[in-house]
């Protein structure tokens, strides 16, 4: 997988599939202890959008996957990850590109938009009013103490939060840095999103069982001329459904929600 070395020293690891020239780039970003490969090749996103023509790169967030993982908590935060997003553009040279994010990796693409006039179209999912309210990740859901605490102890049996207990089930799982994980935590972005300076038309995608996406409607409220589409499944699940696939899809080749 190749890589490219950010401005910090962290390495970032990325794939690229090729597609139309003619088309922009499609640049995907996962969510917390997720990678490219989980969040979005396992699904079947990455072949939906191939199979359609159009160049596909995925990013493994510093921390994640196959980049970089440093335990301090300064090398991380949505605002750093967002600035490796613009430096994977400017190393594949693209004038112009399309972004989707899911969960963290929305945080980061709302962050990116809001900084990056290359940003086409937008497609933003597994977050909901936590956003506009909390400036991030509904933290209201999973709170920082109990995540840290899960992502930290030996001992899983000390793991008392039902979230926090799952999102340790899903760092075993894909053998993820815990460490490096509790940094991000710790700096996991927290202030206002200028979401109103957003120029690039976006699409809202939310599971309708979701407890860290409720109340979407405010996240598309808040984004000017943003379209919401609610869609089966739970936090972790959404992502998987054909219905936000197709969704995704025909939103990023013709700017029209389904």
Do not use: C
Request: zero cysteines.
């Amino acid at each position: 997988m190749p890589t490219f070395t950010a401005d910090d020293g962290v390495d970032i690891a990325y794939q690229v599939w090729d597609g139309d020239p003619g088309q922009p780039l499609v640049l995907l970003h996962h969510g917390f202890i997720a990678n490219g490969h989980v969040n979005w090749v396992a699904p079947g996103v990455v072949a939906a959008l191939t199979a359609t023509g159009r160049r596909v790169a995925t990013i493994d967030a510093r921390g994640h996957g196959a980049s970089g993982k440093p335990h301090d908590p300064a090398f991380y935060g949505e605002s750093r990850m967002a600035q490796d997003v613009r430096t994977l553009a400017d190393v594949l040279g693209e004038p112009v590109y399309d972004l989707a994010g899911y969960s963290m990796g929305a945080i980061v693409s709302l962050l990116t938009a809001v900084s990056d006039p290359r940003v086409r179209r937008l497609v933003i999912g597994g977050v909901g009013a936590g956003v506009v309210e909390l400036g991030g990740v509904d933290t209201r859901v999973v709170r920082r103490d109990a995540l840290r605490h899960a992502l930290t102890t030996d001992d899983p049996a000390t793991i008392t939060d039902p979230s926090a207990a799952a999102f340790r089930a899903f760092v075993e799982a894909v053998g993820g840095d815990r460490t490096a994980l509790a940094a991000q935590v710790a700096a996991a972005h927290n202030r206002p999103i200028p979401l109103g300076e957003i120029t690039a038309p976006t699409l809202v995608l939310a599971g309708e069982r979701d407890n860290l996406a409720t109340r979407p409607e405010a996240l598309a409220a808040a984004i000017p001329g943003s379209t919401l589409r609610v869609v089966p499944g739970d936090h972790l699940g959404a992502v998987r459904e054909p219905a936000l696939i197709q969704a995704l899809v025909t939103f990023l080749n013709t700017g029209a929600p389904v």
